[in-house]
């Protein structure tokens, strides 16, 4: 059976991890949850802050992901039949 991962407060209560980045206010703390991760911030105005560039570092890793997939797809060059050759 798969298990959610959820961030568990001290009075028991639960808040999914799961879907994207948001920001969420909790017992008077700001938080960046999403992504099975959750990252404290300062304000509401620093999570902002830190949801754009979380989300920029997916984008980024999301494009390096399918540059080394496309990579898999292309034949091998010539220059490796030579190192590996006679």
């Known amino acids: 059976m798969p298990t ?23 017992r008077g703390d700001w938080y960046v949850l999403g992504h099975h991760s959750v990252v404290p911030c ?22 390096a992901s399918e540059a080394i997939e496309n990579l898999e797809l292309l034949p091998p060059s010539r220059d490796s039949e030579r190192i590996d050759g006679p």
């Open 4 to 26: 959610r991962p959820f961030f568990v407060l001290p009075n028991g209560d639960c808040i999914p991890l799961d879907g994207d980045w948001r920001v969420a206010e909790i």
């Open 42 to 63: 300062g304000s509401q105005r620093a999570a902002l802050s830190m949801v754009d560039e979380l989300e920029n570092q997916t984008d980024a890793d999301r494009l």
